[in-house]
């Protein structure tokens, strides 16, 4: 847990296959889980799990990977920001948040990087 607070609770969340938590800070929150250590198809799983909390709100989620989640990216559309971030130890932090102004809604039940 070292790219996530100290201070979070661990939540439940349905279809996740990695640990969540919460962060509350100033009336939002921040959710986070890490699969790093994990591979296909756990990254897309638990981004879509996320992604579904946090799906219309100022809420943001955010992802420890071992790498840039580029099947992920291509899924995602304008209704999904994220800032990508390379970490000192190699790894990659993903921040996503929800753009309300969005003309298109990412299908969040594509678990899978194939088509």
Do not use: R
């Amino acid at each position: 847990m070292s790219h996530i607070p100290n201070e979070v609770q661990k939540i439940v969340v349905d279809g996740a296959t990695v640990d969540f938590y919460k962060l509350e800070k100033d009336g939002q929150s921040t959710y986070y889980f890490d699969t790093s250590k994990e591979g296909p198809p756990h990254p897309m799983v638990n981004a879509m799990a996320g992604l579904g909390m946090i799906k219309g709100t100022n809420d943001t989620l955010v992802m420890i990977n071992h790498k840039a989640p580029g099947g992920l990216f291509a899924k995602l559309e304008d209704d999904v920001k994220y800032i990508s971030q390379d970490l000192d130890d190699g790894l990659v932090k993903v921040v996503f948040s929800y753009n309300e102004n969005a003309l298109n809604e990412s299908d969040l039940s594509q678990t899978s990087c194939g088509d």
